[in-house]
C-alpha cells in the first residue's frame, strides 16, 4: 500500500522559513514524479510545486517561484519543499502526492505564517 | 493558463438520488498523445484529497462504481448515480494536460438535503 508522510510543518514568522519533508513507502519512489499541494484554511486546492523522477524538471507555481525549492532524495524515498521569505498568504495545509496526476495524498503537514 | 469552472459550487442531495457537477475548461484538454488529463478528486470534512477518477472517465482503485466521469474537449463531468452519506464533501476537477501550472476548479460542496 502507497503511504507519504509529511513533516516539518508549524509557526514561524513572515519573512522567515521551513522544510517540509514528505517519506514515501509502498512503491518504487524513484519511478515517479513528485510534487506538493496546499490549501489555505476554508480555501480550495492549490499546486504548489512538482519534480519529475531525477530532477532534471522542477515546476512551480508563480506564487511562490523565487521562494520555494523543491527537492528529492530516491535514496531516502523523500522529497522536500523548502519554503523561504514565507508570508501571512503562505498559511495553508501542505499536501505532498505521488504523480503528475496527483495520484495518491498524503495527510498533509499545517504551516502557519504569522 | 487553463483555468477550470466547476458548477454549481454547492450541491445539497437527497440520499439515493444522482448528483451531477460540472467542469468546463478555458481550452481543450487533449494532450499531444491523444489522451486527455482531466481528474476528479473528491475531499471528505476533515481528510486529505482523495482522487476518484482520471483520464475523464477512468475509476481509481477502490472508488464505488456509483461515480463516473464522461465529458470531452472543454465539457467534463462528474456523476454520482446514487448519492450516500459518505458522499459528503467537495469535488474538485484539475487538468495536467496543459504544465506548468496543474490547476483545480473551484470546488463543489455536496451535502444531504
Known amino acids: 500500500e502507497v503511504y507519504l508522510v509529511e513533516s516539518g510543518g508549524g509557526l514561524v514568522q513572515s519573512g522567515g522559513s521551513l522544510r517540509l519533508s514528505c517519506t514515501a513507502s509502498g512503491f518504487t519512489f524513484r519511478n515517479y514524479w513528485m510534487g506538493w499541494v496546499r490549501q489555505a484554511p476554508g480555501k480550495g486546492l492549490e499546486w504548489v510545486a512538482n519534480m519529475n523522477q531525477d530532477g532534471s524538471e522542477r515546476h512551480y507555481a508563480d506564487s511562490v517561484k523565487g521562494r520555494f525549492a523543491i527537492s528529492r532524495d530516491n535514496a531516502g524515498d523523500s522529497v522536500y519543499l523548502q519554503m523561504n521569505g514565507l508570508r501571512a498568504e503562505d498559511t495553508a495545509m501542505y499536501y505532498c502526492?505521488?504523480?503528475?496526476?496527483?495520484?495518491?495524498w498524503g495527510q498533509g503537514t499545517l504551516v502557519t505564517v504569522s | 493558463d487553463v483555468v477550470l469552472t466547476q458548477s454549481p459550487l454547492s450541491l445539497s442531495v437527497t440520499l439515493g438520488q444522482p448528483a451531477s457537477i460540472s467542469c468546463r475548461s478555458s481550452?481543450?484538454?487533449?494532450?499531444?498523445?491523444?489522451?486527455?488529463?482531466l481528474n476528479w478528486f473528491q475531499q471528505r470534512p476533515g481528510q486529505s484529497p482523495r482522487r476518484l477518477i482520471y483520464?475523464?472517465?477512468r475509476r481509481d482503485s477502490g472508488v464505488p462504481d456509483r461515480f463516473s466521469g464522461s465529458g470531452s474537449g472543454t465539457d467534463f463531468t462528474l456523476r454520482i448515480s446514487r448519492v450516500e452519506a459518505e458522499d459528503v464533501g467537495v469535488y474538485y476537477c484539475m487538468q495536467d494536460t496543459h504544465w506548468p501550472p496543474w490547476t483545480f476548479g473551484q470546488g463543489t460542496k455536496v451535502e444531504i438535503k
Open positions: 483520464a475523464v472517465s
Open positions: 502526492a505521488r504523480s503528475k496526476g496527483l495520484e495518491y
Open positions: 481550452q481543450g484538454l487533449v494532450y499531444r498523445d491523444g489522451n486527455t488529463y
